[in-house]
């Protein structure tokens, strides 16, 4: 089978699976081979296990709460809430998570002007790439993972704490899974192509 059709989001993990060492290298050195917007590489990433991951996930929870509380938020920002609790409760359970910095950008709340916004959207690709370069690899080496955008809500505690002053493009969990997702349904090909000649 094909290992992008193999690929699929695991959200549950094996608390005693272990994911070693030398297959989260090869798994960065597949974000590294990445291709990118004029070869920018507009990525660094930041893996936490242990105690280190548990410190930054409290972060992520009271950002959400913060949120939750926020009377400013758009309601279509705020539908998504209940995910991002489920989100932080998976990041618990797997043993890695690896966060993906935008290292060309700033708060992705924050709006750009015209010209600017280009550069972001192919940096913000590129980024794309890494990270789906990321998920096979793992797939390839039999981890499961799951990419996660639900990190936006905590844009703010995340990066404080990381101390870093780039925008935070997601983070991505690693893990032996505890489950076989059925898989989620595709659009078929005749609704997404056309083809002219
Ligand atoms: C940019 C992006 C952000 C995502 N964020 C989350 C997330 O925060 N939480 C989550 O559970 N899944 C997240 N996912 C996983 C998607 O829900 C999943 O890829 C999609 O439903 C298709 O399922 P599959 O990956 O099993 O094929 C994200 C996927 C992408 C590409």
């Not at 550069?119 to 797939?139: C, V, W």
Request: one cysteine or more; hydrophobic letters at 40%.
């Amino acid at each position: 089978m094909d290992i992008y059709t193999k690929r699929k989001s695991i959200r549950k993990y094996k608390t005693d699976g272990e994911v070693t060492k030398e297959q989260l290298t090869e798994i960065l050195e597949a974000a590294r081979c990445a291709p990118s917007a004029k070869n920018r590489q507009p990525w660094k990433f930041v893996v936490y296990t242990g105690n280190a991951k548990k410190e930054i996930l409290d972060c992520m929870e009271r950002g959400i709460e913060k949120q939750k509380k926020s009377l400013f938020m758009p309601k279509k920002f705020k539908n998504g809430m209940a995910s991002a609790d489920n989100t932080l409760r998976i990041m618990r359970e797997a043993p890695v998570i690896v966060m993906v910095l935008n290292t060309h950008s700033k708060d992705p709340l924050k709006s750009v002007f015209a010209g600017r916004r280009i550069t972001e959207i192919h940096d913000s690709l590129s980024i794309g790439a890494a990270i789906e370069n990321m998920l096979l690899k793992a797939t390839e080496l039999g981890v499961g993972s799951l990419w996660i955008g639900n990190t936006v809500y905590a844009h703010k505690e995340i990066t404080e704490y990381m101390q870093v002053n780039c925008q935070l493009a997601g983070a991505v969990a690693f893990g032996i899974a505890d489950e076989v997702p059925e898989g989620r349904p595709r659009k078929e090909l005749e609704e997404i192509v056309e083809f002219k000649s």
